[in-house]
């Protein structure tokens, strides 16, 4: 590349893109863009209230439950009950409450793993049906006003679980049918029917609905139905070791959910009295086993005793002798006492327990004691140890009936009057008002993300959009703007009556006028009229006069330039030529209300026309017109020979100022071909089409082919809150 090239190159920039975020340009956004904006949070709020109007309503039943200290309901552990009681932690009793253990049983109890609904037609059906009675419990049946099905027993096998099955009522009673359609049993209310195979039975209790009429019922299995109430039931302790649990369940029927939450309720505080009742149980079973046996100890130590009585005839015992007595008595029944806590607590806790370790302490302090009073013992006479030893089996052995007796009636009253340490402080009640869906909220979360979506919208698009938007964007690449162009609402009306006409006709060619004899105070005509100051200076350096109006790409609006701009300077005073240099796809003739002809540039530089046949005068008084002519096979080639610059040189000689519209530079060479000729270029570039990207390597092309590029026109520049400013110095009257 040459100096003088490089010398044209445009000046990039040296300084890094800032990565902070332009304030002024979003709120500009939000301006221009503020009516979709509006639109989309209008939507996004329709649907909010469309939803909240919809939705199925939520309802929600609690109740309260305490669970106290519980200790151990065991007597015969006595004094060592508070060293071995337990306490259920709240988060034990809520992993409890939520066991198929508890679940299970109230799902049991209700029949819930059986689903019933009438049949509707989708989604109409929904608002058209009557809604189910709430004096029903909703389990296993349906009930409104129209039609009733509870349905007492329902067993399929594993196959068909969870599967929707079709009750169809008949005249004589009712038909159930499969997934497929296939008839599994038929039958009647109040009785049981069966599959012919046995593996289906279904027991309706209660049918009233016209024949015809059909219900989708579902068998549930029973871990899908516990499944099923565990995501529903919530539970949680109401402070902190409180001992208060909150139960909290939700479901579109109030009757439901109230009654299903009172019998989980219910049915954990049953399983608490049963644990309970079944401690004293097992604690009356190991005394029962005991009493036997200490019967009969006693009967045969009072038989021992009496026997050696009669033998040696009545001893009496001395007052040492008797305290003697009464002590070994007492120890023994401690003794005895300690083995029955030893045999309780060696089924609860390990040897390394404390409490066992503390019971077993006991245990060999009051053994020491006996075997010190034993050596008294063996002091005395051997009469009177004898007397003693018997008298002692035959007092303790009493002792220890009369106790076991005791602790045995104790135990069955405990059994019998067992209430356990569960309280059901507050039964499950349903919230008059639906907990879901929340209307407001709903209707508030709604419009903010419609004004979100909307907001990121403009923004992305905003941000992937890589057309130019205002001048300042080329002119920081060191491109110069000679003329910033507003979008004319008179000719976008134009172009829309020139597309009716040619569909129409079915031609490509329409009538119209300039805007510039139309509309003379357009502002895009005012703006040309400063481009017509601005270029006096640009070409006054010049080696022509001619001018070469080009654009990057297709749709950018040259022609529309190229014209309107050489009215504008017919009507100043000079005499002007225009020629469509496009010989490919060419329209500046429908500015001039003719038709395209075969006599044109192209018939011209072919050598089949003279010039006088090809120039064509205008309604504008001083401009002239040399149309495309018909499109030629090879446009390049033409505009190569040396009859083009033969015209250009013919033309400049006769007219102050030659126009020349050519193709755009991104699509053929013909323009950098035309460039060798002219002595000034300018390129158009559009409003949010053009790229700066593509007007640098247009620019960069031309200047490739040693055509240097004066500036650019922005056309079409539409009105925005970001570049307002640039359409008041034209509406300055």
């Not at 199925?56 to 552990?77: N, W």
């Not at 002219?678 to 089409?689: H, Q």
Request: hydrophobic share 40%; with cysteine; aromatic share 6%.
């Amino acid at each position: 590349m040459t100096e003088q090239t490089r010398s044209r190159t445009p000046n990039r920039s040296a300084e890094p893109a800032s990565d902070e975020i332009d304030l002024t340009r979003l709120f500009a956004l939000v301006q221009d863009n503020w009516l979709k904006i509006a639109l989309v949070t209008l939507i996004a709020m329709a649907m909010g209230v469309a939803y909240a109007l919809l939705a199925t309503p939520i309802y929600r039943a609690d109740a309260l439950l305490q669970v106290e200290a519980k200790q151990s309901g065991l007597p015969v552990l006595g004094e060592l009950s508070e060293l071995i009681s337990s306490e259920s932690s709240a988060q034990t009793e809520i992993e409890l409450i939520r066991s198929r253990m508890v679940l299970g049983a109230a799902v049991d109890e209700l029949h819930a793993d059986v689903l019933v609904e009438p049949r509707r037609t989708p989604f109409i059906g929904r608002f058209t049906a009557p809604a189910p009675t709430e004096n029903r419990i909703l389990f296993s049946g349906w009930a409104d006003a129209e039609q009733t099905l509870w349905v007492d027993q329902l067993q399929v096998p594993a196959w068909l679980q969870g599967k929707d099955l079709t009750l169809r009522v008949t005249d004589g009673g009712f038909d159930l049918l499969g997934p497929d359609g296939e008839l599994l049993a038929s039958g009647r209310s109040g009785a049981v029917a069966e599959s012919e195979d046995g593996r289906v039975v279904i027991l309706v209790r209660e049918l009233s609905a016209q024949s015809g009429q059909e219900f989708t019922v579902t068998k549930l299995s029973r871990v899908k139905a516990i499944q099923m109430v565990q995501a529903e039931l919530s539970v949680s302790e109401k402070g902190r070791n409180t001992g208060i649990l909150a139960l909290s369940m939700t479901d579109p029927r109030p009757a439901r959910v109230e009654t299903l939450l009172n019998a989980v309720a219910q049915n954990y505080f049953l399983q608490n009295v049963q644990r309970r009742s079944a401690e004293a149980e097992k604690s009356l079973e190991f005394l029962d086993e005991q009493v036997p046996a200490i019967q009969q100890d006693l009967t045969s130590a009072e038989e021992k005793l009496n026997a050696y009585r009669l033998k040696s005839e009545s001893v009496d015992l001395s007052l040492e002798t008797k305290a003697v007595l009464d002590q070994l008595v007492s120890l023994e029944a401690s003794l005895v006492d300690l083995r029955l806590k030893e045999s309780e607590v060696s089924r609860l806790y390990t040897s390394e327990h404390p409490a066992y370790r503390t019971l077993m302490q006991q245990k060999k302090n009051f053994e020491d004691e006996r075997d010190r009073l034993n050596r008294q013992v063996k002091g005395l006479p051997e009469t009177q140890q004898e007397i003693l030893r018997l008298m002692r089996d035959v007092e303790l052995n009493q002792q220890i009936y009369v106790q076991l007796l005791n602790r045995t009636q104790e135990l069955r009253i405990m059994k019998a009057g067992t209430v356990g340490n569960v309280r059901i402080i507050d039964k499950a009640e349903v919230a008059p008002d639906p907990v879901k869906p929340q209307k407001p909220l709903i209707v508030a979360l709604t419009t903010l993300l419609g004004l979100m979506a909307g907001l990121g919208y403009v923004f992305v698009k905003a941000l992937f959009n890589r057309g130019l938007e205002n001048p300042d964007q080329l002119e920081q690449e060191g491109i110069s703007v000679y003329a910033t162009l507003p979008l004319s609402e008179d000719q976008q009306r134009n172009e829309r009556i020139w597309n009716k006409v040619r569909r129409r006709r079915g031609e490509t060619s329409g009538s119209g006028t300039l805007l510039a004899d139309s509309s003379p105070g357009d502002l895009a005509i005012e703006a040309l009229r400063s481009l017509r100051t601005s270029l006096h200076f640009a070409m006054l350096e010049a080696n022509n006069n001619v001018l070469m109006i080009s654009g990057p790409s297709p749709g950018v609006g040259k022609s529309f330039v190229a014209a309107n701009f050489a009215a504008v300077l017919a009507q100043a005073g000079q005499s002007v030529v225009l020629v469509d240099a496009d010989m490919r796809k060419g329209l500046l003739h429908r500015y001039f209300a003719n038709e395209k002809s075969n006599t044109g540039l192209s018939a011209l530089l072919s050598g089949r026309a003279e010039l006088s046949q090809v120039i064509q005068s205008t309604n504008t008084e001083g401009l002239s017109f040399i149309p495309r002519g018909e499109v030629p096979p090879n446009p390049a080639e033409l505009l190569m020979h040396s009859r083009f610059k033969a015209l250009i040189d013919e033309l400049s000689k006769q007219f102050d100022l030659v126009l020349v519209d050519t193709p755009p530079i991104m699509a053929v060479t013909d323009a950098a071909i035309i460039g060798q000729s002219v002595g000034t270029s300018l390129l158009v570039a559009r409003y949010g089409r053009s790229s700066v990207k593509e007007v640098e390597q247009a620019i960069l092309r031309f200047e490739h082919n040693g055509v240097e590029i004066k500036g650019c026109i922005f056309n079409a520049v539409e009105r925005t809150a970001s570049n307002a400013y640039y359409y008041y110095a034209y509406e300055y009257k």
